[in-house]
């Protein structure tokens, strides 16, 4: 299984204020993927990020909201833009190892926005 | 209708007690599925992948019917240690952008 490290592992925003959550992976991988979790519900994808080109939204979810970079084929962000308390959430990253069809996840950031 | 679904339990079975989950998805294209276990405060961890032959590793059986389309989990002598979220996971494309995640059953193994 792929070795993913998010950072940062928790945070307490203000409203208005925007995050970026960083993930690495320890090896190289062509699709990353940032979900978010709400308190007591399944996981939902934001999108998909692919190096090299630009990231592939989900319905329900915008770039001006969610901004993401993949600069290259271990790393990806997630900003979180123009917070508001409905975004607290655990917001995760994943990959899927070419060929195995199974999502790996990063530990997850806690964000809670007040 | 929601793309996976799974009663949300909580499921509360004391020690070596065998428990299922049960687990139905709607699109009848769906081309792999798994078993997910999440503990409380971490990330989705893979269980077990689920084929249409059925599949067992250790106490856990994981069975699939593409007929009725539902996903099964059995766990056999239950531990303590088997407390966590089970999520039921089916991939509908045959690249990794098209997972959906069922909401999870609870269990609880109690001494």
């Known amino acids: 299984s792929a070795v993913i490290s998010q950072k940062p592992s928790r945070d307490i925003c203000q409203r208005g204020t925007s995050l970026t959550i960083q993930c690495q992976v320890d090896?190289?991988?062509?699709?990353m993927f940032w979900y978010r979790q709400q308190p007591g519900q399944s996981l939902t994808l934001i999108a998909t990020?692919?190096?090299?080109?630009?990231?592939?939204?989900e319905s329900g979810f915008v770039i001006d909201k969610f901004p993401i970079s993949r600069p290259n084929l271990t790393f990806s962000t997630l900003t979180v833009s123009n917070m508001s308390p409905e975004d607290s959430s655990i917001y995760l990253c994943?990959?899927?190892?070419?060929?195995?069809?199974?999502?790996?996840f990063g530990p997850g950031t806690r964000l809670l926005v007040l | 209708r929601k793309e996976v679904e799974q009663d949300p339990g909580p499921f509360n079975v004391p020690e070596g007690a065998t428990v299922a989950f049960n687990c139905t998805y709607s699109?009848?294209?769906?081309?792999?599925f798994f078993w997910y276990r999440q503990d409380c405060r971490k990330e989705p961890k893979l269980l077990m992948s689920?084929?249409?032959s059925g599949n067992e590793d250790g106490r856990f059986t994981a069975q699939l019917n593409r007929a009725s389309q539902y996903i099964s989990l059995l766990i056999r002598d239950s531990k303590l240690s088997d407390s966590a979220t089970y999520l039921c996971?089916?991939?509908?494309?045959?690249?990794?952008?098209?997972?959906?995640f069922g909401t999870g059953t609870s269990l609880t193994v109690i001494p």
């Open positions: 994943s990959v899927d190892r070419t060929g195995k069809e199974t999502q790996y």
């Open positions: 090896s190289q991988v062509t699709m």
């Open positions: 990020a692919n190096q090299g080109s630009e990231a592939t939204y």
């Open positions: 699109n009848s294209a769906s081309q792999s």
């Open positions: 689920v084929y249409s």
């Open positions: 996971v089916v991939n509908i494309g045959n690249t990794g952008n098209q997972f959906y």
